[in-house]
């Protein structure tokens, strides 16, 4: 079964390869959320500052009724934040926020403010510095892994120059019909895990007359071949759903895609409209 399977991450660490993403699901009811995940089998949840559910997942993991040690929780540093001192004073906040004596990983949101995104600067001097405080707080063992976030090759090679620790993870937006390929292939020859956040693409590949018609061929839904897609281009995919149903359908990929049925998938036409989500920066709206 998919959610006891594991990736290795550069120093060592283990990470569950399917997680739990909580994005836009409110501070009030995602500790239920993770409660559900948990009891179902998830054992990697994935938060952000920018979520303002952080205090909701440490709850739920708290209550969950497993060991801390057997649960992976991931955070987020605000994409705004491109200052040291910010950053040491974020990373902080989430550490008491969480409530969970340490915290498995912590990334840099976006190499860019969300209102920045579309704009030339990449901030490069920011992201150094977040990175930065990133490394102190490895080191110092409140973070068991670091990483980032829409993050180009340029930008990895950005917190290279002045950094001592390689990003563990960069968490990206990748899906069937919007596969990155050159990122993921620099990424995974040096030693960088992709996660595929929106794997399902917000549910516009539900949509897909083509995908469609693969999911049929294997008997599957359309989120399980999606995340069953990414799975097999070696990624890690962070489904987002509140419904447990959803949840164990979500999980249930032992399976596998031929490779020319992959071949199909990673060639089809990108989507252009994602739908009510299209206003944000990473589906190419601009941040207000």
Not at 82 to 102: C, N, Q, R, T
Not at 125 to 149: C, D, F
Not at 186 to 192: A, E, H, I, K, L
Not at 253 to 263: C, G, T
Request: charged share 25%; with cysteine; aromatic share 8%.
């Amino acid at each position: 079964m998919i959610l006891n399977e594991k990736y290795t991450l550069s120093n060592g660490i283990k990470i569950p390869k399917i997680g739990l993403g909580t994005w836009f699901i409110p501070d009030k009811t995602v500790a239920q959320v993770v409660k559900d995940a948990v009891a179902i089998g998830y054992r990697h949840i994935d938060t952000a500052q920018a979520y303002g559910n952080e205090r909701g997942v440490g709850e739920g993991v708290k209550d969950s009724g497993v060991k801390r040690a057997d649960l992976f929780v991931t955070t987020k540093l605000a994409a705004e934040i491109k200052s040291y001192d910010e950053a040491v004073a974020a990373i902080d906040k989430s550490f008491k926020k969480l409530g969970l004596g340490y915290i498995d990983m912590m990334i840099i949101h976006s190499p860019k403010p969300w209102a920045e995104y579309q704009k030339e600067d990449n901030y490069l001097e920011g992201n150094r510095e977040a990175w930065r405080a990133l490394e102190e707080a490895y080191k110092s063992g409140k973070l068991h892994a670091i990483g980032v976030s829409n993050f180009q090759i340029r930008d990895i090679e950005n917190v290279l120059k002045s950094g001592t620790i390689k990003p563990m993870v960069n968490q990206v937006l990748a899906h069937i019909s919007n596969t990155p390929k050159e990122l993921i292939a620099w990424c995974q020859q040096n030693d960088v895990l992709i996660e595929a956040y929106s794997p399902i693409a917000h549910g516009e590949l539900l949509k897909n007359k083509k995908v469609i018609k693969v999911a049929k061929k294997y008997g599957v839904s359309v989120p399980q071949l999606a995340i069953r897609y990414c799975l097999e281009l070696g990624l890690l995919p962070l489904p987002k759903t509140t419904n447990p149903k959803n949840m164990e359908n979500n999980a249930d990929v032992d399976f596998s895609i031929a490779s020319s049925d992959m071949d199909v998938l990673k060639n089809m036409e990108p989507i252009k409209d994602y739908g009510a989500s299209s206003k944000f920066p990473v589906f190419g709206g601009k941040a207000k």
